[in-house]
């Protein structure tokens, strides 16, 4: 896609956590919108409620006017400065324009109807085709933007090929298109990043952790990195990619006819794998080649010695064509789906019945080492990384602003070490979990199944030394009163299992949600009632569990009791809550312009 590598090599994050990533996206990319970087970034990724967002808002069809993709200002909403933000400005939230973001999320309660619908499928057996939780995502979320159909895949405008043209010609298979430049056909001219959306492989135990990272975009689906099982050839997994229309496919039979060079490349050290081996730094690819063929990603194998010889000798072998059909096409629904599956995230691999229950999709699927295959469950990109950095990393973006939806206050009397075992999603990326903390059950760490070792060593991509230095920035700026963020630059490192080739810099605007007092102080006096009334603390914490003025005397809004830290099984997204979390997150952003500026 020649504009997209034109832009300015900038990704943006948006991070896991139910409904309440979900609307902090909206607010998040609302302010990187109006500061004009949603143009000029080339990628959005996203995992689990923040794919609820970044999937309408990069395939949304024609919804608003005949012949033209919604206009993005109407998707985002209007700003609404925090004296703004009365009671009666707040309730309108769900009467927004057709096809505003917000209204739809203050409509989306779904997440308990859903769970009893998966249980009722994993009882019956009825997996064929979305599970009920991918029907009642695409419900709430695709529907109202016309993304919802069975029969659907999805591609993207502004290849160099005719991609785009020739599945507009698929007899009955909508074709749900990336906007990424301007299209006469559709009359786009609002460009917007090439979107990512994360999710997992649930495999066999390994020495790191039992999910392996998946990737859904436009124009290709598949687990970048290889993770060879001498022992059964059919569970090993990843090795590149392949086009949407041809994920949920048998192994193609026959099976390529592989070049000897290629195969003893590609499978020269497979113990180097689980060992955690990386080519040195000068063999990492580029960020061009994460786009490419599927037959080309076979040389971006973790543990693979080459150089830039190698590579050209071993170019001149591909592509290896072979042709193969899915069991069923996977709509964008499935995908969704897949990534905000997030109950699977607290069973173990060996616990299927429990994985068909909170939302796992079975499908078919097939590695590019030696093309073989089988069901495998999908399941919550949080399996490898709930915040949704990596894919970013593995494509060498060297400016990245994410975007976090954390749940864990940061309070003056909360440890580094306590909110490390508790937002373990991003203290893992510094390999910074602790080694004991008293929500560990039997040596596991809550919600994940593994031993922080193990987890520590799945997730590392940034130095963990630079660990303090983040959760001491993020607690001065909550104490100053917000915003709450960081910058900072890191040198990547090595992370075969998820295919991040270290050695090279990064530069990262962190953004968390948490409670800024300067915007709070700024509400009307009507609006700041509500949230006094409605919150519940206990010695100075927050208390998830404690009732409020609002559940004792009937005042307030019980969403709003933890407010900001808004529970991710929280399903009731009152019109209030909506607006004041994803207001919250544009003013946020738009106090760090002269952060951005950095990047």
């Not at 997994?237 to 048998?250: L, M, T, W």
């Not at 490419?292 to 080459?306: E, F, I, V, Y």
């Not at 903390?437 to 997730?459: C, D, I, M, Y």
């Not at 809004?557 to 099984?569: G, Q």
């Amino acid at each position: 896609m020649p504009d997209i590598h034109q832009r300015p090599n900038i990704g943006i994050a948006v991070s896991g956590g139910g409904l309440r990533a979900a609307t902090l996206a909206l607010g998040y990319v609302r302010a990187l919108h109006l500061l004009g970087l949603t143009h000029q970034a080339r990628y959005l990724a996203s995992n689990s409620g923040g794919s609820w967002f970044s999937a309408p808002f990069s395939y949304q069809q024609v919804t608003v006017y005949v012949y033209a993709v919604m206009p993005v200002d109407v998707f985002l909403g209007p700003y609404l400065r925090p004296q703004d933000l009365s009671l009666a400005s707040l309730a309108d939230v769900g009467k927004g324009a057709q096809g505003a973001f917000a209204a739809t999320l203050a409509a989306s309660g779904i997440v308990l109807n859903a769970v009893r619908g998966a249980v009722g499928d994993a009882v019956t057996g009825s997996r064929q085709g979305p599970g009920a939780w991918s029907n009642s995502v695409g419900a709430a979320y695709l529907e109202p933007y016309g993304l919802n159909a069975d029969e659907s895949t999805v591609t993207a405008n502004g290849t160099a090929g005719p991609v785009h043209a020739a599945l507009r010609q698929l007899p009955g298979i909508a074709a749900y298109t990336y906007q990424g430049s301007f299209d006469s056909w559709t009359r786009n001219n609002t460009p917007r990043p090439f979107p990512i959306i994360l999710g997992s492989l649930i495999g066999g135990a390994s020495p790191q952790s039992s999910f392996y990272p998946v990737e859904f975009s436009p124009l290709y689906t598949g687990s970048p990195p290889v993770h060879i099982n001498c022992t059964d050839p059919a569970r090993t997994i990843g090795g590149g990619f392949v086009d949407p229309q041809g994920f949920n496919s048998a192994p193609p039979d026959p099976a390529p006819e592989v070049p000897a060079a290629l195969a003893a490349a590609v499978g020269a050290d497979p113990t180097g794998f689980d060992a955690l081996v990386m080519p040195p730094p000068a063999a990492a690819p580029t960020a061009a080649k994460a786009t490419n063929s599927s037959g080309r990603a076979l040389l971006q194998a973790p543990g693979l010695n080459s150089n830039a010889s190698t590579d050209k000798s071993l170019n001149s072998q591909l592509p290896l064509t072979t042709a193969v059909t899915a069991s069923f096409v996977v709509p964008l629904k499935v995908v969704v789906g897949i990534s905000s599956s997030f109950l699977a995230q607290l069973t173990t691999p060996e616990k299927q019945q429990r994985q068909e229950r909170t939302g796992t999709e079975d499908l078919d699927y097939w590695n590019q080492v030696n093309f073989k295959g089988q069901r495998q469950l999908f399941a919550d990109g949080a399996g490898t990384d709930n915040l949704a950095v990596t894919p970013l990393l593995r494509r060498r973006v060297q400016a990245i602003v994410a975007c976090v939806a954390s749940v864990e206050p940061l309070l003056p009397n909360t440890t580094a070490d306590h909110w490390a075992a508790i937002q373990w999603d991003v203290s893992g990326l510094f390999g910074a979990v602790p080694l004991q903390h008293k929500s560990f059950k039997a040596g596991k760490v809550l919600g994940t199944g593994s031993t922080p070792e193990q987890l520590n060593r799945a997730s590392q991509v940034f130095p963990t030394s630079a660990w303090p230095e983040l959760y001491g920035a993020l607690n001065l700026s909550v104490a100053q009163g917000g915003p709450a963020h960081h910058l900072a630059d890191y040198t990547v490192q090595d992370n075969p299992y998820l295919a991040v080739h270290g050695g090279w810099q990064v530069r990262v605007l962190w953004v968390f949600n948490a409670q800024q007092t300067n915007w709070e102080q700024q509400l009307p006096a009507d609006t700041r009632a509500l949230l006094d009334s409605s919150r519940t603390r206990r010695g100075g914490l927050y208390d998830q569990d404690g009732a409020s003025d609002a559940e004792r005397d009937g005042k307030g809004k019980p969403e709003l009791k933890m407010f900001p830290y808004i529970s991710t099984l929280e399903a009731n997204y009152s019109p209030e809550l909506v607006g004041l979390l994803s207001q919250q997150a544009t003013w946020q952003l738009l106090q760090l312009q002269e952060q951005l500026g950095h990047l």
